[in-house]
């Protein structure tokens, strides 16, 4: 048997070494890799002039500084098409607007004695109390500037706040460009999903006892994503969503009904989430017995009866591929995602990448399969569940060799 795959050649790093190289040549296995793999699945396939990208922002990511290091030099080169962040790091990234420090620290100290000394902390990043309400105090300023009035999304609420922003920090003589100034500047939606979870949103609350004429419009902002999603699936060709059945149980002694197998549920679950998040138009479900059963499951999941496509004369990988092939006429620029089990999409890419040679087909793994803990003694002990996982992938080593012969 041959072996796939570019052979491991190490060489000593130079001095001089460009981040490209660095990852492309130096990362070929285990966390390296998958960074490396993360990085040219976002060159290959996610930042083209094509594809639109929307960015999504949880955690403490502005305290740490990555608003201005990282996300705005993002939006500043054309990568970012709309954002969705929690409000708390639109708040925190105002204080480097403003000019307000904010320190390196420990997890681990005292917060009784912070409390004290009026010192706050985000896991390992400190701030004084004062800083924080002047940062509210600014908030202020923007909520009495006349800009925010009237009923509108959180997209046009940060765009006007950017705006604001951006004239404070040119004011203030700052060096670099925050989150929202960025996004302003650049004419990049921030949404928020929950506006009145973050200081933002209690100063919101605080000035409407005080005649603030400001309305949050939750639905426009449903309206506004959904329309960019919906753009997005139309100018940028078609797309679809293809799950790959994993067995389904025929009725027989107390089953009435044929029913879905475990593997089949994972990868059918796994099909409509992408399915309704992409925006795709079509999901194509194959298999003799469980094509039926999942387009069931799907109505059920939410999926309308007029998208769906059954194949159910296949029984093996190369049939789900050569007899999709038949429903789907060929087109051009067409994403295909292809999902099926995480130890079966090997054999399965490569067969369907033959068939729809005009097609892009993404892989979306399902139900991973591994054994953790093995260096335990408990691990070299045998026992029948890693015996079925060491059947499958036995079957799915042979079925790799077979079609590597075969087609």
């Known amino acids: 048997m041959k072996i796939k795959g570019p052979e491991i050649e190490p060489r000593p790093m130079p001095t001089q070494l460009s981040i490209t190289r660095l990852v492309d040549e130096y990362m070929p296995a285990f966390n390296g890799a998958r960074l490396r793999e993360a990085?040219?699945?976002?060159?290959?396939?996610?930042?083209?002039?094509?594809?639109?990208?929307?960015?999504?922002?949880?955690?403490?990511?502005?305290?740490?500084?990555?608003?201005?290091?990282?996300?705005?030099?993002?939006?500043?080169?054309?990568?970012?098409?709309?954002?969705?962040?929690?409000?708390?790091?639109?708040?925190?990234?105002?204080?480097?607007?403003?000019?307000?420090?904010?320190?390196?620290?420990?997890?681990?100290?005292?917060?009784?004695?912070?409390?004290?000394?009026?010192?706050?902390?985000?896991?390992?990043?400190?701030?004084?109390?004062?800083?924080?309400?002047?940062?509210?105090?600014?908030?202020?300023?923007?909520?009495?500037?006349?800009?925010?009035?009237?009923?509108?999304?959180?997209?046009?609420?940060?765009?006007?706040?950017?705006?604001?922003?951006?004239?404070?920090?040119?004011?203030?003589?700052?060096?670099?460009?925050?989150?929202?100034?960025?996004?302003?500047?650049?004419?990049?939606?921030?949404?928020?999903?929950?506006?009145?979870?973050?200081?933002?949103?209690?100063?919101?609350?605080?000035?409407?006892?005080?005649?603030?004429?400001?309305?949050?419009?939750?639905?426009?902002?449903?309206?506004?994503?959904t329309a960019i999603v919906f753009a997005a699936t139309r100018e940028s060709g078609k797309s679809g969503v293809v799950i790959l059945g994993g067995g389904a149980n025929p009725p027989g002694g107390l089953q009435l009904h044929t029913e879905a197998s475990g593997f089949t549920y994972s990868r059918l679950f796994n099909g409509v989430r992408i399915y309704k998040k992409s925006g795709a138009r079509t999901l194509a479900l194959c298999g003799i017995y469980e094509a039926e059963v999942m387009k069931m499951l799907a109505g059920e999941l939410g999926v309308q009866e007029g998208q769906v496509i059954t194949e159910t004369k296949s029984g093996t990988t190369m049939e789900n591929a050569t007899e999709l092939a038949k429903l789907l006429p060929s087109a051009e620029k067409r994403q295909i995602g292809l999902v099926t089990s995480a130890l079966h999409m090997l054999r399965s890419e490569n067969i369907f990448t033959k068939l729809f040679p005009n097609d892009t087909i993404v892989p979306i793994p399902a139900n991973y399969i591994y054994s953790p803990f093995w260096y335990y003694p408990k691990g070299f002990i045998p026992s029948i569940s890693t015996l079925s996982k060491s059947n499958y992938a036995i079957h799915e080593w042979i079925g790799i060799v077979y079609y590597s012969i075969r087609y």
């Open 39 to 225: 990085c040219q699945l976002l060159v290959g396939k996610i930042l083209k002039p094509e594809v639109t990208v929307g960015l999504s922002i949880s955690g403490a990511l502005t305290p740490a500084g990555f608003g201005i290091s990282v996300l705005a030099p993002l939006i500043q080169a054309g990568y970012i098409d709309y954002i969705v962040s929690t409000g708390a790091n639109l708040y925190h990234d105002m204080h480097y607007s403003l000019g307000l420090p904010l320190y390196r620290s420990s997890p681990f100290v005292d917060d009784r004695e912070l409390r004290k000394r009026e010192i706050v902390r985000i896991y390992d990043i400190v701030i004084d109390f004062e800083s924080l309400l002047s940062t509210d105090r600014f908030c202020y300023v923007l909520l009495e500037s006349g800009l925010l009035k009237g009923k509108m999304s959180t997209a046009r609420m940060h765009h006007r706040m950017g705006k604001l922003i951006s004239q404070a920090e040119k004011e203030l003589k700052r060096p670099y460009p925050s989150l929202m100034s960025a996004a302003y500047q650049a004419d990049v939606p921030i949404f928020t999903s929950s506006p009145g979870d973050s200081t933002i949103g209690l100063n919101i609350a605080a000035k409407q006892f005080r005649g603030l004429d400001l309305e949050i419009d939750v639905t426009a902002d449903v309206n506004e994503t």
